[in-house]
């Protein structure tokens, strides 16, 4: 891992301000690996004073497409130095992290076809007695200015499911990421401003949450604020902003229905790749498995086999599967949430800490689903399983949570597919693939706790953008 201390401005309206004087920390090391500025309110409003401003000499399409068709070739160009950055900074193991480049280019690729092909449609007017004698069509304006906020686990890939529609559908950003990973989304904003887009149109800037969400709320200007993170915070955001659009994409504690017929081994794989990959630090990593009680033992080991071959250390090497947790804070709430659960009753089938500080991949069984490892977002290398009677005990503890973004089910029965299917109350299903699975074009979102909005560039530009009617009287 690259030792180099990485100086990033803020970029606000086009202004570059270079009080670096907030430092990023490598969740593995501790070690310094960056320094950007700490903004607050006044820094929102002008941010928002810019891409309003900008937002009044619109790009024609074509323009907006090829800008992100230009950054999509710089980041293909500098794929590694991207992944290295990210990985300095939250820790994710650099062979994943190459994969969220790869997605980021998938990302605004997709954004660029939607600035190509976004519409209105065409009404009948004359289908009614009163419209006979007028032409009708709508048109797809911008909502306005899109105030986005992202995460610390995905600071590429979720940054470019906000930005990448926001610009194709002509809106200006105001972009808060994570003040623990604010590097690799203040570099991909300095190369959408070098390939192109208006200085304007997208700021950057870190600084109290709070604080800069509070400017987005209450400026007329910005239509949409869209929100990647905790469920608590996201719903306190949109009760906040009752007249304002806010899309939502929260937390889950994802469930995966393992049954008797299904292949246990193909099954465990994917429950421990998913489930420890990064640490667990996936709003969809395999957190919970209800496994059918028939195969509940042979599961458990060929899952405890699973875990025991990821390989954990310093995420910086290609080899490695699972790395720290972001903080030591986090790692210490998911330590005691295994302690919890371990007394309540659960064993602790292979797991423990790695060098006396990190969480290594860990196998809980027969888990109390009032345990909060069951119950709440882990976001940690723990998997929590348990035994069912059945299909229908299965769906009824894969609903028994706040939750709904993802749910796995492992069977060769497609009766019990489709049954699963229209039964589990999540925004995505997926059969025989573990419920991490996510490729950026579909839609992406979570019901319940879990979220009010589906992700993807298609349905995505279609939030940041209104529905106008035109008539014409001929």
Known sequence: MATDVVRLPAIVAGEELNDASTEVRSPWTNEVVGLVPWLGADAARSAVDGAAAAMREPLPAHERAAILDRVVIELSERREEFAQLMTSENGKPVKQALIEVDRCIQTLTFSAVE?????????????????????????????????????????????????????????????????????????????FHRQGLPPQMLSVLVGPAAEISQVLIEDDRVGLITFTGSSEVGWKLREMAPRKRVTLELGNSTPMIVCADADLRAAATAAAASGFAFSGQSCISVQRVIVDRDVHDDFVAFLAEAARQQKVGDPADPQVDCGPSINREARDRVADWIEQ??????????????????????????????????????FGPVISV???????????????????????????????????????????????????????????????????????????????????MVVFRH
């Open 341 to 378: 659960a371990t007394s309540g009753g659960a064993t602790v089938v292979e797991g423990g800490t790695f060098a006396g500080d990190h969480i290594g991949p860990t196998v809980l069984d027969d888990v109390d689903p009032a345990a909060s490892v069951w119950m709440e977002e882990a």
């Open 115 to 191: 600035a190509r092909t976004l519409a209105g449609r065409g009404i009948a007017l004359d289908a009614h007695p009163a419209g006979v004698g007028h032409f009708g069509f709508t048109i797809r304006v911008p909502i306005g200015v899109v105030g986005a906020i992202t995460p610390f686990n995905f600071p590429l890939t979720l940054t470019a499911h906000k930005v990448g529609p926001a610009i194709a559908a002509g809106c200006g950003v105001v972009l808060k990421p994570a003040a623990k990973t604010p590097l690799v989304a203040t570099e991909l904003v300095r190369v």
């Open 386 to 468: 348990r035994a069912s009677k059945g299909l229908d005990e299965a769906i009824d503890l894969a609903n028994g949570t706040s939750f709904g973004l993802q749910a796995g089910v492992f069977t060769h029965d497609i009766s019990a597919a489709l049954d699963a299917m229209l039964r589990l109350e999540f925004g995505g299903v997926t059969i025989n693939q573990a419920p991490q699975f996510r490729v950026d074009q579909m839609p992406y979102g979570g019901t319940k706790s879990s979220g009010n909005t589906k992700e993807g560039p298609h349905n995505a530009i279609r939030e940041m953008t209104e529905e106008r």
